[in-house]
């Protein structure tokens, strides 16, 4: 294992054995994709390499940074320090065409977009889409849940044993308009479809707002289906990132 931990500025090169050795069949990602390839009859020497070939080749000796590591010390220290300053850009450098930290940016004015910080508002929202949200009022967040790892884990009975099944957190004033009581299972829809789950109703989410979480497998749902069934597949205007946070839902 290679990585590179970056903590105040300070950024350390990290080089790890195995925690504990793969039990019951267990593989890691890279030896899963090399048998992968094995079994497809891709030959090229870049898929079955190792992976320490494979950290080799990825580390940029060359780098300023990287200038004065070796490998050897790597492996047999454990980490490396990278020759960062420890108050990065107090000299200035930003990666920027005027190398200063811009208010400003003229990369984002050339892309047609506003070069100054500001507030956007949601893709869908009461404010920028009212005809929606008349029909679909509430917003849908959906974060991970902090007992699996993304959608790792959610197969092990004992960490489910904190979640036993999907469920929806709402308000107890968006839960009383809708005659929604504790536990009853709920349908939660719009436009691009619907999945279902069971009510907590709770004052720690706000009016307006629902709360699904989104690392349950789709076989684990009430119907077979998740919160991804709603989500928008639009992509946002810099960078193409998801836009699953700006989702308007109803629930019944």
Not at 3 to 32: C, F, L, Q, S, W
Not at 56 to 68: L, M
Not at 86 to 99: E, I, L, R, Y
Request: a negative charge.
């Amino acid at each position: 294992m290679l990585v590179t931990v970056n903590t105040a500025g300070r950024a350390i090169k990290v080089e790890g054995d195995p925690y504990h050795p793969a039990t019951d069949g267990g593989k890691p990602n890279a030896e899963i994709f090399r048998l992968i390839a094995a079994r497809m009859g891709l030959t090229d020497a870049c898929l079955q390499a190792d992976d320490m070939t494979i950290a080799k080749q990825a580390f940029h000796w060359d780098h300023a940074h990287t200038r004065d590591m070796a490998w050897e010390t790597l492996q047999t220290q454990g980490w490396q320090k990278l020759a960062v300053a420890d108050a990065p850009f107090a000299k200035g450098g930003f990666p920027t065409p005027s190398g200063r930290c811009e208010f400003a940016s003229s990369e984002l004015a050339a892309l047609g977009l506003d070069p100054l910080p500001d507030y956007l508002p949601p893709y869908e929202s009461p404010q920028s889409n009212p005809a929606l949200a008349a029909r679909f009022p509430l917003m849908l967040i959906s974060p991970p849940d902090r007992h699996f790892l993304n959608t790792s884990f959610v197969n092990v009975d004992s960490l489910r044993t904190k979640k036993t099944e999907p469920t929806l957190e709402i308000h107890p004033v968006d839960a009383a308009q809708r005659g929604i009581q504790e536990g009853q299972d709920l349908r939660v829809f719009n436009e691009r479809g619907e999945f279902q789950v069971k009510a907590v109703i709770t004052e720690r989410i706000r009016p307006g707002v629902v709360m699904a979480y989104s690392i349950w497998w789709k076989k684990m749902g009430r119907d077979g289906k998740n919160c991804n069934e709603v989500a928008s597949q639009a992509l946002t205007d810099l960078g193409n990132a998801a836009t699953f946070y700006d989702c308007l839902v109803e629930v019944a």
